[in-house]
């Protein structure tokens, strides 16, 4: 593998540079516009944001409470799973950075090429960047949604009480904010699996993230289930 900062450099060539920079670019791109409140264009992300604000509204007189500790429990399980699939994905990604020669074979029939074991190596480097950064966001987020059921507790029962509704926005903040970084490591996870097509060359990486970037964007923007939060069904929908 490359020792100095400068090999790796000159294992890759400037279209594949310039693709490398089209895909940072795409990243914060997508995670601003998905982030950023817009009156005339909210993404799914924002309009849930808006829900959940909804939720702990509910939640300061509903009672029992036992239904949104169950719901925000089912959260925090996911964030666990994705977060230890995640660490296997990137423990095997790093398994194969070590010993890259089957893969690099199977890479140079596809492509019809074949690039040096340090080039190869350094084609992967991206998506365990990516995957980290995911596993990251994951962690973060199980442990935001942690905190939102600390607050929950401390929501008074009595509606009446000043500091319960103050609580409930607090909590209802929290978890938005764990909802935010949830979205981050799923992103993370498609642009890994994209940026994993730079095995086949900068054009296929070119491809593969354009792909990717228009999924991304195409479920917050342009998704059946944003029309539906924009949207409700009537009341006298037709049954199935």
């Keep these: 593998m490359p020792t100095t900062l400068t090999a790796v450099f000159e294992l890759i060539s400037p279209l594949e540079w310039a693709v490398l920079l089209l895909t940072a670019i795409a990243w914060f791109t997508l995670q601003w516009r998905i982030e950023t409140a817009s009156a005339k264009t909210p993404s799914v992300t924002v309009l849930m944001a808006q829900y959940r604000r909804e939720w702990l509204e509910q939640f300061v007189t509903r009672q029992p409470r036992i239904y949104d500790a169950t719901v925000l429990g089912g959260l925090r399980q996911s964030t666990n799973w994705l977060a230890s699939t995640t660490l296997l994905a990137l423990g095997g990604l790093l398994a194969v950075i070590g010993n890259p020669e089957p893969l690099r074979e199977v890479a140079a029939d596809l492509s019809l090429a074949a690039p040096s ?124």
């Design 117 to 240: 074991t340090q080039a190869f190596e350094a084609r992967m480097l991206p998506a365990a960047l990516f995957l980290s950064h995911a596993f990251l966001k994951f962690l973060w987020s199980n442990r935001l949604f942690g905190y939102a059921l600390i607050m929950m507790s401390t929501v008074p029962n009595d509606p009446a009480d000043p500091l319960a509704y103050p609580r409930a926005r607090q909590s209802a903040e929290i978890n938005i904010r764990a909802a935010f970084n949830f979205n981050r490591g799923l992103r993370a996870t498609y642009f890994a699996l994209g940026s994993m097509a730079w095995l086949l060359g900068p054009w296929a990486l070119l491809a593969a993230i354009s792909v990717v970037s228009w999924l991304i964007w195409s479920r917050d923007f342009a998704s059946h289930s944003r029309e539906v939060l924009l949207n409700p069904p009537p009341r006298d929908w037709p049954k199935p």
